[in-house]
């Protein structure tokens, strides 16, 4: 089979996959290739979708998956696609409560409260209804309440391809902290207005 045809499976595989992306195992076992011919592939695509001003995808790694994105400099056309009239953004409670989940996850909605001083009920299910928490396990102890986490969505929004990415906060104040989260998730903010 010809590399031009290889690579053609592999932008349909990767077009399929959507959001999900594929992992590097993923697509050696669908194509049944090696890593290093996988690899390859990857390479040659992503560098032909980067030099050919004339496409509007490219190929990108995040949380260890391989996806199609599209190209930063469509981003405007993109924006005006996607708008819609309504709110969509997240409310500072959600803001508050998805930084507290990011840096100190696992964490349980009791934790959650203490440190914002206000119930999380309706903040959480907003998170988990948009698919940026999920509910990592229980914790140990009376009740076994549930412990929350960020998601493979959530690092795919930040583009981050691991959580050791995420701002480190300095431990001065915790107003200082709220600071520094605030300032990493107002491009949330931004984003879903």
């Known amino acids: 089979m010809s590399e031009s045809k290889y ?3 592999l932008e349909s595989l990767l077009f ?3 959001d999900e992306g594929l992992s590097l195992k993923q697509i050696c076992d669908t194509m049944a290739i090696t890593k290093e011919k996988a690899i390859h ?15 509007g995808i490219t190929l990108i790694a995040l949380a ?17 696609l996607v708008e819609a009239p309504g709110p969509s953004s997240l409310s500072q409670a959600g803001l508050e409560t ?3 989940i990011a840096y100190k996850q696992p964490i349980t909605r009791v934790e959650i409260e203490e440190i914002r001083g206000v119930k999380t009920e309706r903040p959480l299910q907003t998170l988990l209804s948009r698919g ?11 009740g076994r309440a549930i412990l929350y986490g960020t998601t493979k969505e959530f690092l795919d929004y930040f583009g981050l391809s691991e959580l ?11 107003e200082d902290a ?16």
């Open 16 to 18: 399929a996959a959507g």
């Open 64 to 80: 260890e998956t391989y996806q199609l994105a599209t190209k930063r400099e469509f981003a405007d056309y993109l924006k005006k």
């Open 132 to 142: 940026l928490i999920q509910e990592m396990g229980r914790a140990e102890g009376t």
């Open 178 to 193: 709220e600071d520094e989260a605030e300032l990493f998730f107002s491009s949330f903010k931004e984003e879903t207005e």
């Open 164 to 174: 050791d990415e995420l701002p480190e906060l300095s431990l001065q104040t915790d």
């Open 7 to 9: 690579k053609g499976i």
């Open 98 to 100: 998805l930084a507290i």
């Open 41 to 55: 592939l990857i390479d040659q695509l992503q560098t032909e979708y980067e030099n050919d001003s004339n496409r």
